[in-house]
């Protein structure tokens, strides 16, 4: 028998005339003062690209979960499978470093047979929320932004800047300055300076440069980097330097080494020039050190393919997007070694400690992408060679420089966008900017007896 309860719902549902008519329980207008049933019904489209998690796997979700945190980390961009260069980083982090690999759309959807590698897929970037996300596009060498930033969010001190295809030569990065642990020794560090002081700095008449790469002993004869204004390529002043012994007082905040046998030269040395190419070191000297300190006022490029950033130079790592991808890393190296010596420090050359396997390119589709560089790069190193900033601040002067840049039409409306949001993510994840020292040149002279150089006012 049925309860009294489902008795009576069981008439109730026979007796109502609209039960048998389903379009009836639809909402319908209603005529007077009534409203509208809301129907429920989708009127509007979220595109997929806004869901933040959408696409996630698994192993996605235990990756968030296991995140490292350590003061040492390995960053790479990448759009192939994991290559030679690629497997031997990930050696390293037997030894303490943290690597993480940063995805994008045209690229592989796992990275697992690379030991210890975070790898930031394209929804695991969509979960994150760093401010930049709204200002990087995809399918460019910007998207390496992203794993700077994760990585000084989860610690970083050091940063090793590298793509897929430089192989380290062994497998550790040396760092100067530090011990494999990367903790300082507190002793001067030995380099060697080039000889400025006979010729000056010659500001006012042309950009004060350096080119590197003669005094390593190339075995292809002349070489200049990739983005060396092209108007100063055969300029002796430029190359054809004597070196003297000097010391740091701490280490120098970013460390460029140099590649072998395909090293980073721009599209018309590859046109022109044959490769492979290797160096050979500074040469023999009596205790001349196998490093060159670049100068205060001096411009060198310096790449993203085997770069180590100290932490006060962190602010430094911003890869613009607006240029391509073969301009972005070269325009950063400008704009950082200016604001660079505000905070008294410079950069150095290396020794190569890498083997770049570069993959097949069209050299002439490079030296299209290079028209920047190309047409432009006399351009920017005079105008960095003049401007400057009495703004109290390294973050201020960050945000005025890249405006500049804007303005000039060395980059676009973006870059800037994007800066102003990087510098928003530095606070976020407790960045500390560097104070200024200007004036402040950390040279201590081969007698051992401390002084600094006076800042070359512009």
Not at 38 to 50: I, M, Q, T, V, Y
Not at 72 to 94: D, N
Not at 161 to 178: F, Q, V
Request: charged share 20%; proline share 7%.
């Amino acid at each position: 028998m049925y309860s009294s309860w489902r008795c009576r719902l069981f008439c109730l549902l026979c007796w109502h005339p609209a039960s048998s008519h389903p379009e009836a329980l639809a909402p319908s207008t209603t005529a007077g003062v009534s409203g509208q049933r809301f129907s429920g019904e989708a009127f509007r489209e979220l595109p997929r690209e806004e869901l933040r998690f959408a696409g996630i796997r698994r192993s996605d979700l235990k990756a968030l979960r296991d995140e490292k945190t350590c003061d040492r980390w390995i960053v790479v961009t990448s759009i192939f499978q994991p290559s030679p260069a690629t497997r031997k980083l990930g050696e390293l982090t037997k030894q303490g470093w943290c690597y993480v690999v940063v995805a994008d759309k045209n690229g592989p959807k796992d990275y697992d047979d690379v030991e210890g590698v975070a790898y930031l897929t394209v929804e695991r970037q969509r979960a994150l929320h760093f401010h930049i996300m709204d200002h990087l596009p995809w399918r460019h060498f910007g998207r390496k932004n992203v794993g700077f930033l994760y990585a000084i969010a989860h610690g970083a001190k050091i940063i090793y800047d590298t793509d897929d295809d430089n192989r380290l030569k062994e497998a550790r990065i040396p760092i100067l300055g530090l011990d494999d642990l990367g903790r300082e020794d507190g002793l001067a560090i030995n380099v060697s300076r080039p000889d400025v002081e006979t010729l000056g700095h010659g500001l006012t008449a042309q950009p004060g440069l350096l080119n590197p790469y003669p005094s390593f002993r190339p075995t292809c004869g002349h070489i200049w980097p990739r983005g060396f204004p092209l108007d100063f390529v055969q300029s002796p002043q430029t190359f054809n330097r004597s070196l003297l012994p000097a010391q740091l007082s701490r280490p120098p905040a970013i460390q460029q080494f140099l590649a072998d046998e395909d090293p980073d030269v721009d599209a018309i040395f590859r046109l022109t020039r044959p490769l492979p190419c290797s160096f050979q070191g500074l040469g023999p000297g009596e205790g001349r050190p196998q490093v060159v300190a670049v100068p205060p006022q001096f411009f060198t490029p310096y790449n993203a393919q085997c770069t180590v950033h100290l932490y006060e130079a962190f602010w430094g790592l911003l890869l613009p997007v607006t240029v391509h991808g073969r301009v972005s890393d070269i325009w950063r190296a400008y704009l950082t070694q200016k604001l660079l010596w505000d905070v008294g420090q410079v950069v150095t050359f290396m020794p190569s400690h890498v083997v770049h396997d570069r993959v097949a390119h069209d050299y002439l589709k490079d030296f299209q992408s290079e028209g920047d560089l190309q047409l432009k790069s006399t351009a920017l190193v005079s105008f960095l060679a003049r401007w400057s900033s009495d703004a109290p601040t390294l973050v201020e002067r960050i945000e005025q420089l890249w405006a500049a840049l804007y303005m000039r039409g060395f980059v676009e409306l973006g870059d800037v966008r994007l800066a102003q949001a990087w510098i928003r993510d530095l606070i976020s994840v407790g960045y500390d900017f560097p104070e200024l020292q200007l004036g402040k040149i950390m040279w201590v002279p081969a007698d051992g007896m401390p002084s600094s150089d006076e800042k070359h006012e512009l």
